[in-house]
């Protein structure tokens, strides 16, 4: 899974002069521009990377999905907006920025309140 991080991770750790030919499952599928690995290139630091990264993108994508969903109800807490449900709209908008800020790998966001004018 983390293997569609290698370049990512690389240049994470300070790499820039490199492309990737075809899999990525070891150093001998990285081209370096040089002509040659740089003495300092660790491959278990670029797959240590990778994976944090691999791990770290579900949790990002939580973050995400999380904030534009606040967004789109952002009407609904503003003060001449008239309707009798705000309190199913500020619990959700409370669910949505909790996983904001506590994002989880397999989030399950509610279901946006109906509003309810006044």
């Given at each position: 899974?983390?293997?569609?991080?290698?370049?990512?991770?690389?240049?994470?750790?300070?790499?820039?002069?490199?492309?990737?030919?075809?899999t990525?499952?070891?150093?001998?599928?990285?081209?370096?521009?040089?002509?040659?690995?740089?003495?300092?290139?660790?491959?278990?630091?670029?797959?240590?990377?990778?994976?944090?990264?691999a791990?770290?993108?579900?949790?990002?994508?939580?973050?995400?999905?999380?904030?534009k969903?606040?967004?789109?109800?952002?009407?609904?807490?503003?003060?001449?907006?008239?309707?009798?449900?705000?309190?199913?709209?500020?619990?959700?908008?409370?669910?949505?920025?909790?996983?904001?800020?506590?994002?989880?790998?397999?989030?399950?966001?509610?279901?946006?309140p109906?509003?309810?004018?006044?």
């Amino acid at each position: 899974m983390y293997e569609q991080f290698i370049p990512l991770a690389i240049t994470a750790l300070g790499y820039s002069e490199f492309s990737i030919t075809g899999t990525i499952s070891s150093p001998s599928g990285i081209n370096w521009f040089s002509g040659q690995q740089p003495a300092d290139f660790n491959w278990d630091a670029v797959v240590a990377k990778a994976t944090e990264l691999a791990n770290q993108k579900p949790l990002d994508d939580c973050k995400t999905e999380a904030k534009k969903l606040i967004a789109e109800t952002d009407w609904s807490v503003l003060p001449d907006v008239n309707i009798t449900n705000k309190a199913d709209f500020e619990a959700y908008r409370a669910t949505l920025r909790n996983y904001i800020v506590n994002p989880v790998a397999n989030p399950v966001f509610p279901n946006v309140p109906q509003p309810v004018w006044g």
